[in-house]
Each structure stands twice: as C-alpha cells, then as structure tokens.
C-alpha cells in the first residue's frame, strides 16, 4: 500500500532542534515532488517547504526560513524536516506529502499549497515549550 509515516515529533523547549521523517512505502520519492506541512489548533493549514522537479526549485515559507531545511534520502527513501532554532508558534502537527512529478504543475509548489498532493502521511505533533 502508498503510504507516507511521519515521526520523530515531540516536546522540545524554544531554541531547540528536531528532525521529523516521513517514510515512503510502495512508491519512490525519486520521481516525486515532496512537501511538508502543518496545522496549529484553531489555524488553517500551512504550507512551510516543498521542492519540486517541475521548477527545480526548493520554497520554504517565511515563517520558517533560514530556520528548517527539507531533504530527500532515496537510499532510505525517506523525506526529511531539519528543524533548528525552533519557536513556540512552530507548536502544530506537521504533516509530509507527495505526488508524482507529472502532476504537479509547470509552476511547481512555489505556492505552498497543499492542493497539489496526491499522498498524505498521518501526522506527527511538534510542540516547542517557552
């Protein structure tokens, strides 16, 4: 079965790191644009970083910028979100996604919306302490 599985999220104080991955099965991340997102409570869904082949571009959201850095292991095939210099309005579940190349338009993800996924994982919460 496709799926995508979020971990490694957790309680973390302000200032601190994390590493969230997001483990692909039955497809390869190789040919597919990948993205990361996030929902806090009482917020809509947030688009923080995305990359894709369409553009050839990587966007990160400005909340996040300089701070979270997104990557792509295909011996694991696994996707992966660096967190560094985390804050307590990072505090949401973050979410991973994908979908094939072909799909994602000539514009690629430079939006950061969440519309152009075809896979979704389950979730992880990140909660960063003041």
């Known amino acids: 079965e496709v799926q995508l599985v979020e971990s490694g999220g957790g309680l973390v104080q302000a200032g601190g790191s994390l590493r969230l991955s997001c483990a692909a099965s039955?497809?390869?991340?190789?040919?597919?644009?990948v993205g990361w997102f996030r929902q806090a409570p009482g917020k809509e869904r947030e688009g923080i970083s995305c990359s894709s082949r369409s553009d050839g571009r990587t966007y990160y959201a400005d909340s996040v910028q300089g701070r979270f850095s997104i990557s792509v292991d295909n011996t694991n095939n696994s996707l992966y979100l660096q967190m560094t210099n985390l804050k307590p309005d990072d505090t949401a579940v973050y979410s991973c996604s994908a979908t094939p190349d072909y799909l994602m338009p000539p514009a690629g993800c430079s939006d950061l919306g969440w519309y152009d996924y075809t896979f979704w994982g389950q979730g992880t919460q990140v909660t960063v302490s003041s």
């Open positions: 039955d497809f390869s991340l190789e040919h597919y644009a």
